[in-house]
């Protein structure tokens, strides 16, 4: 549920999906204040094209397979972790707060 993140920019924001960092970095800007930049930013996705998205922008990119990518697929894309679902949570924030 995409309410239950404060700070989010979805596919649905942008069609350019490295874009979509800047749109997130704005809203923290607006709603909250935050000026966040580099580890302050982490892109979670179920495509290579997040990973890539986040990876080039030099932030964390932690995939999740719960698309039509596997986990293997999505690991093979370099990204920081990957998980298979979400249901894992202390795992998932882990690698979202590290």
Do not use: M, Q, W
Request: glycine share 10%.
């Amino acid at each position: 549920n995409p309410d239950r993140f404060r700070i989010n920019a979805f596919g649905s924001d942008h069609e350019h999906r490295p874009e979509l960092p800047g749109i997130a970095k704005a809203r923290a800007l607006e709603l909250l204040g935050l000026d966040l930049s580099g580890d302050g930013i982490v892109v979670i996705g179920d495509t290579p094209a997040d990973i890539h998205c986040g990876r080039a922008l030099g932030v964390r990119a932690i995939g999740v397979a719960t698309g039509r990518y596997t986990v293997d697929e999505l690991k093979a894309h370099n990204a920081a972790a990957v998980f298979a679902d979400f249901s894992d949570t202390d795992a998932v924030v882990n690698a979202i707060l590290n």
